[in-house]
Nanobody, 124 residues
Framework: QVQLVESGGGLVQPGGSLRLSCAAS????????MGWFRQAPGKEREFVAT????????GYADSVKGRFTVSRDNAKSTVYLQMNSLKPEDTAVYYC?????????????????WGQGTQVTVSS
């Protein structure tokens, strides 16, 4: 079992920044591929970013490229999502997820464990 706990969400004005954190426990963190997803009201959960076990492979959704940065600290068993230049359309519940089988993944179905989510609201 892997437990994931997100933090760092909140209300921010357009153009602002937030950093989300996701603390993992239960398995060796360096053996987990990690991802960030988001779900806006009335929409399906969508991929945001992925980072491989070592951090050497990173991928982003086109909608966040150049604005969001994913990183991980294996010593702290934590993955981060730095979000800059936030837009109202970034408003969603953000989830981190862990994949025990792959080195990195972009599809919901590939992930085995999910956090409870943290709300991000971008509004003036």
């Amino acid at each position: 079992q892997v437990q994931l706990v997100e933090s760092g969400g909140g209300l921010v004005q357009p153009g602002g920044s937030l950093r989300l954190s996701c603390a993992a426990s239960g398995r060796t963190f360096s053996r987990l591929a990690m991802g960030w997803f988001r779900q806006a009201p009335g929409k399906e959960r969508e991929f945001v970013a992925t980072i491989s076990r070592s951090g050497g492979i990173i991928g982003y959704a086109d909608s966040v490229k150049g604005r969001f940065t994913v990183s991980r600290d294996n010593a702290k068993s934590t993955v981060y999502l730095q979000m800059n230049s936030l837009k109202p359309e970034d408003t969603a519940v953000y989830y981190c997820a862990a994949d025990v089988d792959s080195d990195w993944a972009t599809r919901n179905a590939e992930y085995d464990y999910w956090g409870q989510g943290t709300q991000v609201t971008v509004s003036s």
